[in-house]
């Protein structure tokens, strides 16, 4: 497959990843205006977060990273196009995730006392307790809404429909933003007093929790019309001994290992994260992490995650025909495409972050934007690794190589537990956030490093010439780049360091701006063809439009 099939094959996706993102910013900034980034809006967050972390640690791994290479060879090898084994994996996962629900809901403040800090237990917060768990209860009807969606969402993308999952949570953002709106139109927002440490009332849950659960339900049956119009119909089916379900089922032990271990971490995470918060003040915490998160990811959901979702069906195709070669230079080749992108961001995030912080959580109250500033900045170096990390673990899935992946996850995870429990205890509340991140960015340079060694190894080989000769000279052009994008800066440094969103939008968008046509220009002077690809393929398109 060449850089410009990919490019085409991703664009659809990524103009939905954007539209998605965009709406999910307005959505994570009006969750700032309505509760905080304090105590009150930690109960949200993590209450809302939990169930897709209990979704991926029961059947994430399994549906995003084995079933979309069997759902392929199923494919094109059954007489019904693969029908028939989807209609199996739909029903079991159906009849799991709907009795997986039912027992988590019962059982959600046993599962809460795992993921929040001792401090919750103590009597002056009782009903900070009770707020969260009501909360999360409210919440963890998700777990079956998530699997299905990502289930059918697969089941498209196997079939070659690959822009339906990526404009589906649009809904989900959209009914959020309702949900938010009408809270701040009956509660109003929660400013910067005592109200950031109280407990949310009944109505109050409801309205965040059912509001919540109801975009997850609106983004998996928006897929249904296109599952239908892919050819594709739905008959439950219970005869669950097919030999390649079974096969499907055995590749996934290692995978359901890894993501068990992934969640492990992120347990710890979650849990030190509710700490910065649990006693008030100006400590940073889950929300804080997980926004900052949020933005981190936009060059990874536009660009990372649309090639690489264009690449896997043709990586599983090469791994089927054992033809690594070309596996590993498909690989190595999006992996630079992907970095033109990603790169150039890594270095003007940390140059923005007060500014990109203002604008996106900055509304009611311009200072807010100080407790995601330092998370942010860290954030921008840590997307390079987890973007390497990434490409290397696609290969390996198209392979099959299930175990290898585990044993490299458990390397991340371990470093990013051990960082992280050293680095927050010994720090105040306010830098819980900045550290979790710190130890984020040190697990993923070590994964980078380890998946890139043993896949190189694997396929014999990555173009790694390459790739040095194209870091070595968005090196000198990424040197120029901050420069003058830290020179706008500091000329525009007058507004003020939190001057409220559109001021600060003002000299981020112009730091930016800046940053990037030092960009274009380098890469053009330096002939780096991954990022004059890149403007060339935007270019051609904005013409025909």
């Known amino acids: 497959m ?79 196009g693969g029908d028939a084994y989807a209609s199996r994996v ?189 006693d008030g003040g100006d400590g940073t915490g889950y929300l804080v992490y997980a926004n900052s998160l949020l933005i981190m990811m936009v060059p990874h959901a536009i660009v990372t995650v649309s090639l690489a979702t264009a690449i896997l069906p043709q990586l599983s195709l090469y791994a089927h025909e054992d033809r690594l070669p070309e596996l590993g230079r498909t690989v190595a080749s999006t992996l630079r495409t992907a970095l033109a992108l990603v790169l150039p961001f890594a270095v003007l995030l940390p140059i923005t972050a ?26 921008g170096p840590a997307l390079v690794f987890f973007t390497v990390h990434y490409f290397m673990l696609r290969g390996f899935y198209a392979m099959e190589m299930t175990r290898l992946v585990f044993f490299i996850q458990v390397v991340v995870s371990a470093t990013n537990v051990v960082v992280a429990t050293l680095l927050v205890p010994s720090r105040p509340p306010q830098d819980t956030a900045p550290m979790l991140v710190v130890a984020y960015l040190a697990s993923y340079a070590v994964g980078a490093v380890v998946s890139y060694v043993l896949l190189r190894r694997t396929v014999g080989g990555l173009e790694t010439r390459q790739l040095v000769r194209f870091l070595v000279r968005m090196a000198i052009v990424l040197a120029m780049t901050a420069a003058v994008a830290w020179g706008v800066e500091r000329a525009l440094a007058g507004l003020g360091e939190y001057p409220g969103p559109f001021p600060s939008l003002l000299r981020g968008g112009l730091s930016a701006a800046a940053g990037m046509l030092v960009v274009v220009a380098g890469a053009r002077l330096l002939r780096v063809r991954e990022v004059t690809s890149l403007v060339d393929t935007v270019a051609a398109r904005l013409r025909r439009g």
């Open 354 to 379: 007060g500014d990109v912080a203002g604008f996106a959580f900055g509304w009611d109250n311009p200072e807010e934007a100080a407790a995601f500033a330092p998370t942010l900045a860290v954030f």
């Open 2 to 80: 060449t850089d410009q099939k990919v490019l085409a094959s991703s664009a659809v996706m990524a103009a939905g990843t954007v539209l998605s993102r965009a709406s999910g910013y307005v959505r994570a900034a009006l969750l700032v205006v309505a509760l905080g980034s304090g105590l009150r809006g930690d109960l949200f967050a993590i209450a809302n977060t939990l169930p897709n972390m209990v979704y991926i640690l029961l059947a994430g791994g399994i549906f995003n990273a084995v079933l979309v290479p069997q759902l392929v060879r199923r494919i094109k090898e059954d007489p019904d």
């Open 90 to 278: 739909i029903t079991l996962s159906a009849l799991f995730l709907g009795a997986v629900t039912i027992l988590l809901v019962v059982a959600a403040p046993l599962l809460l006392r795992l993921y929040l800090d001792q401090r919750y237990l103590d009597p002056d917060r009782v009903t900070q307790l009770e707020s969260i768990v009501t909360l999360t209860r409210w919440c963890l009807p998700q777990v079956f809404f998530y699997g299905m969606y990502v289930l059918v969402g697969q089941v498209l993308n196997a079939r070659g429909r690959f822009g339906p999952m990526m404009w589906a949570p649009i809904a989900n953002n959209l009914l959020s933003i309702l949900m938010l709106g009408t809270y701040l139109v009956l509660f109003g927002p929660t400013g910067d007093g005592a109200a950031r440490s109280e407990a949310l009332s009944t109505g109050q849950e409801a309205l965040l929790g059912l509001g919540s659960t109801l975009g997850i339900v609106a983004q998996f049956v928006v897929l249904l019309p296109y599952l239908r119009a892919s050819g594709f119909v739905y008959r439950p089916r219970f005869d669950f001994r097919d030999p390649e379900l079974r096969k499907t089922l055995s590749l996934g032990i290692w995978t359901v290992l890894f993501v068990v271990v992934t969640q492990a971490a992120y347990l710890v995470v979650v849990k030190l994260a509710s700490g910065g918060t649990v």
